[in-house]
């Protein structure tokens, strides 16, 4: 027969309660007593049951996560960060596409399949803030991603501004002055894509360097065919370029290739920058300089903060939080004095 509590707690010389806590990961629980109850977890080989702890909390012991496309580096390695994270807290994590699309977004705040699961994290493109007031009230949601909308909800998202700024600077303070921006997209003021060019143009100006609506190029998709459409298009029109700051990584991935091919050296004639620090961008030739918005910080608290609005737990009310960010200097744009 599969052991019990009341094994662990004998062979451990501990009461049920304290081997159900040790188990249930509370924190009040002396180490040397913690150690001794994990030990008699290990050699009996007991495995809580988890459908009987479900029913009696009345809990799923799942969450949901909602991304845009996870064809998309960022929403793929982001995932898996959410994983992870949510195995070390004991859930597991049904994972949902929307496209980024409103009206899949909007069904998925009214589906029957939320039922499943005892919160949500979810990464919005198209919903507005009266879409999510019209979610059901009592269901745990965590948002993710940069718009910041006035609803009573948990956000966790990165700080763009700064960050963008911290690239720009970055590229101005080798010399380059001719920085072409991709992946900009029209009437996107409080997406990510509004939020870095606000970041580049305050670094612009704090330079005192004039801003060139030239040097902007909007991309319908951010994979690495827009970066290099971008540069195409750049190149093709004539355009001086001697830096090109992508809005993400794969833009500026698909920008070196296009770069490269036209004959342009990276980064002696043109340095590149990217946004987001996907694990590719360490094995490019030459390897990409970007920014690392914190994304496993990000999906970490985003992780925590859920389960303690799930556990009633979490402090205070509905936080906006952000992560902190890490200029990732390689050899794309090293930073040195152009000779």
């Keep these: 027969m599969a052991p019990t509590l009341h094994d662990v707690a004998r062979l451990a010389g501990v009461s049920i309660k304290t081997v159900s806590n040790v188990v249930n990961g509370h924190p009040h629980v002396r180490p040397s007593t913690r150690a001794a109850v994990e030990r008699a977890v290990a050699e009996l080989g007991y495995t809580p049951n988890l459908t009987a702890r479900n029913l009696r909390s009345g809990r799923t012991g799942a969450i949901a996560l909602a991304v845009p496309d996870l064809s998309l580096s960022y929403f793929a390695e982001l995932a898996g960060m959410v994983i992870a994270r949510a195995e070390e807290r004991g ?8 496209g980024g699309e409103r009206d899949r977004e909007r069904e998925l705040l009214r589906s029957p399949r939320l039922g499943l699961t005892d919160g949500l994290i979810l990464s919005p493109l198209g919903l507005d803030a009266t879409d999510l007031a019209a979610r059901p009230g009592a269901y745990p949601t965590v948002l993710l991603g940069e718009r910041v909308f006035d609803a009573a909800i948990d956000h966790v998202t990165m700080r763009n501004i700064d960050a963008a700024q911290a690239a720009t600077s970055h590229l101005l303070a080798s010399g380059r002055r001719r920085i072409a921006v991709l992946g900009a997209h029209e009437d996107d003021g409080e ?15 704090a330079a005192g360097v004039a801003f ?15 970066g290099a459409d971008a540069v195409r298009d750049l190149l093709a029109r004539g355009v001086d370029v001697d830096a090109v700051f992508g809005l993400n990584d794969t833009l500026a991935l698909g920008a070196i290739r296009a770069l490269q091919e036209a004959g342009r050296r990276v980064p002696d004639d043109v340095a590149v920058v990217g946004f987001d620090d996907l694990d590719e961008a360490r094995y490019s030739i030459p390897s990409l ?5 914190g994304r496993r910080w990000i999906a970490q608290t985003a992780v925590d903060t859920l389960l303690g609005r799930v556990a009633d737990s979490a402090p205070g009310g509905p936080r906006v939080l952000a992560a902190d960010f890490t200029l990732r200097v390689r050899e794309s744009a090293p930073g040195l004095p152009r000779r």
């Design 191 to 205: 997406g990510a894509a509004g939020l870095r060019l606000q970041g580049h143009r305050a670094a612009l100006a």
């Design 289 to 293: 300089t970007t920014i690392d918005p």
């Design 91 to 98: 859930v597991v994590v049904l994972v949902e596409q929307t």
């Design 212 to 226: 060139d609506p030239a040097l902007v190029v909007a991309t319908r998709f951010w994979d690495r065919s827009g």
